[in-house]
Structure formats: structure tokens, C-alpha cells
């Protein structure tokens, strides 16, 4: 059984930085694409980042976000510099059983993140 649980979540000012954690249990990262997505109230669901073969990222979080992994941890991460009000919102993990492909089978429970202007 796989579980994601997410940490690092909270609530910061513009311009902080936050660190997401993921640690995934029941299945190794090595061969598993990594993403993260977020949700703010009201809205639909959308992708953040992702990490596979590469690392790619949405356009509104470019150069401001970073992810990455540690596969002896089994942890993925999302460093999130230069935070803004938009930002706000729950941050979910997400696990791929493909590392090539860009589907997701199992999903973390969330963590929020609230920027103040």
C-alpha cells in the first residue's frame, strides 16, 4: 500500500520561503515520476512541478520553485522561494508508477500554504 504524507505547510508573508516534504511509504521513488499540484479554494486542481527523467514546472511558479528528491529517503521535495499571495493554497504530492510518464496513481492527504501580503 503506498502513502504519501506531505509536511511543511504554513503561513508566511510575501517574499518568504517555504519547504514542502513528501515521504512516500510502500513504494520506491528511484522508478516512480514525482509531482506536485496545488488547489486553491474555488479553483480546479493544477500542476505545480514534476520530477522524472527531468524536472519541469509550471509557468506561474518558474524560477521561484524548486523540486527535488532523495531517493534514500524516499522523499520528495518542493523548495518555494519568493512566495506569493497566489501561491496560496493546498499543496498535494502526487506519485507516478512510470518515471517516464506523467500519470499519477496515488495522492497525499495535502498541506496548506497561506501567503499574507
Known amino acids: 500500500q503506498v502513502q504519501l504524507v506531505e509536511s511543511g505547510g504554513g503561513l508566511v508573508q510575501a517574499g518568504d520561503s517555504l519547504r514542502l516534504s513528501c515521504v512516500a511509504s510502500g513504494r520506491t521513488l528511484s522508478t516512480s515520476i514525482m509531482g506536485w499540484f496545488r488547489q486553491a479554494p474555488g479553483k480546479e486542481r493544477e500542476f505545480v512541478a514534476r520530477?522524472?527523467?527531468?524536472?519541469s514546472y509550471a509557468d506561474s511558479v518558474k524560477g521561484r520553485f524548486t523540486i527535488s528528491r532523495d531517493n534514500v529517503k524516499n522523499t520528495v521535495y518542493l523548495q518555494m522561494n519568493s512566495l506569493k499571495p497566489e501561491d496560496t493554497a493546498v499543496y498535494y504530492c502526487?506519485?507516478?508508477?512510470?518515471?517516464?510518464?506523467?500519470?499519477?496513481?496515488?495522492w497525499g492527504q495535502g498541506t496548506q500554504v497561506t501567503v499574507s501580503s
Open positions: 520530477n522524472g527523467i527531468g524536472s
Open positions: 502526487a506519485l507516478g508508477k512510470f518515471i517516464a510518464s506523467d500519470q499519477y496513481h496515488y
